[in-house]
């Protein structure tokens, strides 16, 4: 099993809908989680932290499920410039960071 | 301010030869991470430095792989053969010191090296 693991998509979004996919993790000791972006040809960017109560920013709400062992991003009133790749990615002990395989998200008209 | 910059962008070369991809971190930043990306395999971490003393080179796949980071604004992986296996988007990314649970990462805009 992966260390963390996403569903690669596509989802097919029609703009202004509302969207939210998953990522679990199978360490239980893990202490931090990210939601990154990546555009096509281009490097991740850091989108939000996932923090243990539930955090909002804008249109993105990230949540984070710790006796299931997962997180979430749900992206609200889609825009066509949300079209990119999300990638989850999680802390264990120490400073190394593990990426998921990216959820690939397309907006539409 | 410049963000971290890698060279080249790209990279053709041929089976056997060797390969070096080179970074320099943002300016501050203490912690250097290289990662390598495919379409099968995601994003891997392959070595991270903190201070220029690699911590983790667990994911190096094997002794054709090497990095070093002789001071804190460059760092270099070389691949010695290189194989067409190898063929991927390196990515180099820094990180401040003290971030705590904030871990952002900046990220370069990769090397994509194609071995034929």
Not at chain 1, 91 to 100: E, M, Q, R, S, V
Not at chain 2, 51 to 65: A, K, L, T, Y
Not at chain 2, 86 to 114: H, I, M, W
Request: with cysteine; aromatic share 10%; net charge positive.
């Amino acid at each position: 099993r992966k260390e963390v693991e996403q569903d690669p998509g596509p989802f097919n979004v029609p703009e202004g809908a509302t969207v939210a996919f998953n990522c679990t993790y199978s360490n239980s000791a893990s202490q931090s989680f990210f939601w990154y972006r990546q555009d096509c040809r281009k490097e991740p960017k850091l989108l939000m932290s996932v923090y243990s109560s539930g955090n909002e920013d804008g249109r993105f709400t990230a949540q984070l499920n710790r006796a299931s062992q997962y997180i979430s991003l749900l992206i609200r009133d889609s825009k066509l410039s949300d079209s990119a790749t999300y990638l989850c990615v999680v802390k264990a002990a120490g400073n190394k960071l593990t990426f998921g395989g990216g959820t690939r998200v397309l907006v539409k008209p | 301010d410049a963000g971290v910059i890698q060279s080249p962008r790209h990279e053709v070369t041929e089976m056997g030869q060797e390969v070096t991809l080179r970074c320099k971190p943002i300016s501050g930043h203490n912690s250097l991470f290289w990662y390598r990306q495919t379409m099968m395999r995601g994003l891997e971490l392959l070595i991270y430095f903190n201070n220029n003393v690699p911590i983790d080179d667990s994911g190096m796949p094997e002794d054709r792989f090497s990095a070093k980071m002789p001071n804190a604004s460059f760092s270099t992986l070389k691949i010695q053969p290189s194989e067409p296996r190898d063929s991927a988007v390196y990515f180099c990314a820094s990180r401040r010191p003290g971030q705590g649970g904030n871990e952002k990462l900046f990220f370069g805009s990769g090397t994509q090296l194609s071995v034929l």
